[in-house]
C-alpha cells in the first residue's frame, strides 16, 4: 500500500511539472514566429523569388513608448515595415 501512494505521488509530481515546463514554452511562440518569418524571407530574396515577403496580418503594442518597440517587422496591410512589440498570424504580402 506504502508502494503504490508513492508511485501516485511520484507519477502526480511529474503530470504537474510536465504541464508547466510545457505552459511555460508555449508562451514564446510570437517570438519563433517572428523568426521563423524572417528566416523564410531571407531564403525567399536568396532564390530570387523576392516578389512576395513575409509579413503579419495581426500587430500589437504595449505601450505608447515608440523606444520600446522591440521588433520591426512586415505589416500585411501596407506590406511596408513598421516597429511593434509582438505579431501573429504569419503571411505573405507584395510590395508596391
Not at 501516485?8 to 504537474?16: G, P, Q
Request: glycine share 6%; net charge negative; charged share 15%.
Amino acid at each position: 500500500m506504502k508502494a503504490k501512494s508513492t508511485v501516485a505521488i511520484i507519477s502526480i509530481a511529474l503530470i504537474t511539472i510536465t504541464s508547466l515546463n510545457l505552459s511555460k514554452n508555449s508562451q514564446g511562440d510570437n517570438l519563433s514566429n517572428l523568426t521563423l518569418t524572417n528566416i523564410e524571407a531571407l531564403a525567399n530574396s536568396e532564390s530570387g523569388d523576392s516578389e512576395k515577403i513575409g509579413c503579419y496580418q495581426t500587430i500589437g503594442y504595449l505601450g505608447d513608448d515608440l523606444k520600446s518597440y522591440t521588433h520591426e517587422l512586415t505589416y500585411c496591410g501596407t506590406c511596408t515595415h513598421i516597429k511593434a512589440h509582438y505579431a501573429n498570424e504569419s503571411h505573405y504580402c507584395t510590395p508596391k
